[in-house]
């Protein structure tokens, strides 16, 4: 992969961190810059989400960051228990259970590389933008 970032030197948590970080002065900007929500011009609407029961809400940056790192959360916990499936099935195989098939191990195997692959995009792709962000000239 040819972006030259060092999977050992950037943890999950420090991601989570850097993006807690960029909230918070995101919000710090918000607060200084912008008007609050009762100031808004009359002719502009806030942006409204649907909720479970079919009404409309207001949404608010908080929501958005929580949904998001939620996301990332659930992602990473999926990709945690699909090598932990994989592996478990592959140990059953060695040790005889005659339920588990060769198949059936390696599609697990595959599932599991694919999944974690997959989240490595998605952490490179986050790590790149924070990059960015923090590059920027505010």
Sequence with gaps: ????????SIS?????????NMQRQMRELQQGAAPAPAQADAGEAAPLAVTGQ??????????????????????FEDMNSTNNEANSMQQRFD??????TLADVMLSTQKARLSFEATMQIRNK??????QIMQMQI
Excluded: N
């Design 1 to 8: 992969m040819g972006m030259g970032i060092d999977a050992s």
């Design 12 to 20: 999950t948590s420090s991601i989570m961190a850097g993006l807690a």
């Design 54 to 75: 079919g009404g409309v809400a207001p949404v608010t940056a908080e929501d958005s960051v929580g949904k998001f790192a939620g996301m990332l959360k659930d992602a």
């Design 95 to 100: 040790l005889g259970d005659r339920s588990m």
């Design 126 to 131: 986050v790590v790149e933008a924070y990059r």
